[in-house]
């Protein structure tokens, strides 16, 4: 039985007498992009280890990796290293201890070249292995499970950035096409909304400042008129006592 994974990363349970086929994107047709951040964990049966017979054609720049496969004994990055390379590679054959691989292929901005070809299988170890190495953990309730099984924080999702190593069911994926946008979109209508918030409590504090003093201007005068008309009454009071003295 054969197997074709397609995609970046993913999680892959290989089974003994099955191989499957891990691709960097475009391979066979052209070049990997820039930037490929492509994480796939492998977990074989029990009693078993997982293997993997690799072609990889990969960039080194003055000697050194600038696009490279990096494999974990294990199934964190964390993980004691099991093989890293770059440059060409044919038939090259990497078997984990336990039943567990880390297995990434990381690029630069720039420069790529054919990339990676894999199968992988699953063989025979005994009772012997199945202690060994860090076992498939499961998620916290606060964390987000990526499609390879990887736990990511929340506080990673959409922000731009590939961090689970996938692209389907993955960190970035569903974001409708917006990733650090989104966040700069919801931040400027928050900052427009905030705006119109302020303007709206000015606009009600002088209304209300403009109605009082309107309210106390009112009450002034009818109180200087009341005065007013007290006064008057009051001396029409004595005019008429001035009259009738005289006479
Ligand atoms: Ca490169
Ligand atoms: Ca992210």
């Known amino acids: 039985m054969f197997l074709f994974t397609g995609g970046c ?14 691709q960097s994107k475009n391979y066979g047709t ?17 009693e078993h280890q997982v293997q993997l017979t690799i072609d990889f054609v990969g960039e080194t720049f003055e000697g ?18 099991l093989d890293e390379f770059c440059g060409t590679f044919s038939g090259h054959v990497v078997t984990s201890t336990a039943r567990w691989m880390y297995f990434r292929f990381k690029t630069d901005a720039i420069n790529a070249t054919s990339g990676l070809n894999a199968r992988y299988t699953a063989v025979f170890a ?35 950035f590939n961090d689970c190593g996938c692209d389907a069911n993955c960190d970035e994926d569903d974001c409708n096409g917006l990733g650090i946008e989104k966040f ?10 905030a705006g119109m918030f302020l303007i709206l409590c000015i606009l009600i504090y002088f209304t209300d400042r403009y109605s009082k003093r309107k309210a ?12 007013r008309g007290k006064r ?7 005019t008429a006592a001035k009259v009738a003295w005289h006479d």
């Not at 052209?30 to 029990?46: E, H, K, L, S, V």
């Not at 106390?216 to 008129?225: A, G, V």
């Open 9 to 22: 990363g993913g999680y892959i349970e290989p089974s003994a007498g099955t191989t499957g086929t891990i």
């Open 30 to 46: 052209g070049n990997y992009d820039p930037y490929t951040n492509c994480i796939w964990i492998f977990q074989a049966p029990t």
């Open 64 to 81: 050194a990796c600038a696009d490279y496969i990096e494999i974990k004994d294990g199934t964190a990055s964390s993980d004691s290293v």
């Open 126 to 160: 005994g009772a012997v292995i199945n202690n060994i190495s860090t076992p498939l953990q499961n998620c916290r309730t606060h964390e987000f499970e990526c499609s390879n099984r990887r736990c990511m924080a929340r506080s990673y999702l959409c922000d731009g």
């Open 184 to 193: 700069t979109r919801i931040g400027f209508s928050a900052g427009i909304g």
């Open 216 to 227: 106390l201007l009112k009450q002034q005068m009818e109180e200087e008129k009341e005065r």
């Open 232 to 238: 008057g009454k009051r001396d029409d009071k004595k």
